[in-house]
């Protein structure tokens, strides 16, 4: 079975600040997807960013990158240049290969709060 | 395209009664799961549904039974619910197989059981 730990309960940043979630995880799989969810106040899951384990290339999705260490088993979340509209929880979610069909795995979240 | 809908959006039962919360995706989606969050928790697995015709326990199936109607349907059903069932329930999808496996996901049902 897989863990997945995200050590930051809460965070808070000033507008316009970079900030960096953190993310572990523990698997013995070798094929995974990594992925970063964000839930605002709606509770809507919308999806932020997904990492292919197989991939040396950290994803990118505008102002959204990740650092993926699969030696570390890390997948760390880079928020740059914060918006009030990323005010929300953000959970990070491990998916094995292949299919997936089998369901996410999700942390416990962070709670980001960006200040104006 | 509506994606994945839920209902309904909210719903208080008591203690013992039954219902059924109902999921259908309109992106031709072979997959579709159930997952519940409580406080302070991320999902949770309920049930899934690799394809039409099999369903599967996640991590968290006791006190709940699925059903894969068709390839657009499933439904989560509470036979007789209790206290420690009060959750948001999420339904999400995904069309499944290689490059294919984001999930998507419904806006949820709040479910409070006294």
């Known amino acids: 079975a897989q863990t997945v730990t995200q050590s930051q309960p809460e965070m808070s940043v000033q507008e316009a600040e970079t900030v960096t979630l953190s993310c572990t995880y523990d698997?013995?799989?070798?094929?995974?997807?990594l992925f970063w969810y964000k839930q605002p106040p709606s509770r809507q899951m919308i999806l932020v960013i997904r990492?292919?384990?197989?991939?040396?290339q950290n994803a990118t999705e505008n102002r959204f990158s990740v650092n993926f260490q699969k030696a570390a088993k890390s997948f760390s979340l880079k928020i740059s240049d914060s918006q009030l509209g990323d005010t929300a929880m953000y959970f990070c979610a491990f998916m094995k290969l292949p299919g997936g069909a089998d369901g996410l795995t999700f942390g416990k979240g962070t709670h980001l709060i960006i200040q104006p | 395209n509506a994606g994945v809908t839920q209902t309904p959006k909210f719903q208080v039962l008591k203690t013992g009664q039954s219902m059924t919360l109902q999921c259908a995706q309109d992106?031709?989606?072979?997959?579709m799961y159930w997952y519940r969050q409580d406080p302070g928790m991320g999902l949770r697995l309920i049930y899934y549904s690799a394809s039409e015709g099999t369903t599967d326990k996640g991590e968290v199936p006791n006190g709940y039974n699925v059903s894969r109607l068709n390839k657009r349907e499933f439904s989560l059903r509470l036979e007789s619910a209790a206290p420690s069932q009060t959750s948001v329930y999420f339904c999400?999808?995904?069309?499944?197989?290689?490059?294919?496996?984001?999930?998507?996901f419904g806006p949820g049902t709040r479910l409070l059981v006294l």
């Open positions: 698997t013995s799989e070798n094929n995974y997807y």
């Open positions: 990492q292919e384990a197989y991939k040396q």
């Open positions: 992106m031709n989606h072979n997959s």
């Open positions: 999400a999808s995904t069309r499944g197989g290689a490059g294919q496996e984001t999930q998507y």
